[in-house]
Every structure is written in C-alpha cells, then in structure tokens.
C-alpha cells in the first residue's frame, strides 16, 4: 500500500507541477525525433529483434504519460482524447519521418507497438485516477 501511495504522491507532484511534465514532453519527443533520424545500416541492426519493439512500446509508454500529467492533470478530463489523438498522431509521423530516412523504412508494426505502449500508459493514468477518487471518498 505504500508503494501505491508514493506512486500516486508522484503523479499529483507532475500533475502540480504541470510545466515539468511538459518538459518532460518535449524532451522525449526530441529524443523520439533524434533516434528516428539516425540511419542504421543492415549490418548494425539490433542483434535482439525484441530491443526495437521494447524501445517503441516504452518510449511511447513515457511520452504519452506524461502529455497526459500534463494536459490532463487529474480534472481536465476533456483532454483525455486528445492526449491519446497526440500520442497517435506522433507515431504516425515518426513512421513517415522515418521512410525519409536511409536504411530506414515506415512499420505498421511500429505504429501498433506505439499504440500499444500509448494504450498502457492510458491504462496506468485511469487506474491512478480512479485510486485517488476511491481514497478521497474513503475520507
């Protein structure tokens, strides 16, 4: 129960302070950008094929949280769906920007494991919100 709690102090401290988790935000989504422009040669492909689908479904797991700590911030709920349409729209067009790149190409595959890292992090924020509801009606 403490580890819930601490987790939940977290999220409503990024909540708060909302501009943080913005920054936050932007970083990944530089750095999502940076890796995607790097080419990688066929001969310097991950050796693990698991590593590329870890990568998509965590680095899309952390954007898409913390746009939603930021524009959701436990009482805006109608920025539920567009925080979800972002973080969608985002790996579309890091599939595309990708395609212009060489010895890289655009994935369906990819835009689902994103999707999927998107829909956990959803997942993760509603638990949050609804734990905290429960816990403020307990008192």
Do not use: C
């Amino acid at each position: 129960i403490r580890k819930e709690k601490m987790i939940l102090k977290i999220i409503k401290w990024f909540e708060k302070n909302y501009n943080i988790s913005w920054l936050i935000t932007i970083i990944i989504a530089i750095f999502i950008f940076y890796i995607s422009s790097i080419s990688f040669p066929l001969d310097l492909e991950p050796r693990n094929p698991l590593k590329p689908y870890l990568y998509h479904f965590g680095i899309f797991l952390l954007f898409s949280f913390f746009l939603m700590l930021f524009s959701i911030r436990g009482k805006h709920k109608s920025y539920f769906y567009l925080s979800i349409f972002l973080s969608v729209l985002y790996a579309i067009l890091d599939e595309l920007h990708q395609s212009f790149v060489p010895f890289r190409d655009a994935s369906i595959s990819d835009v689902l494991t994103d999707s999927f890292g998107i829909s956990f992090a959803i997942l993760i924020y509603i638990i949050s919100l609804v734990y905290r509801r429960n816990g403020n009606n307990k008192k």
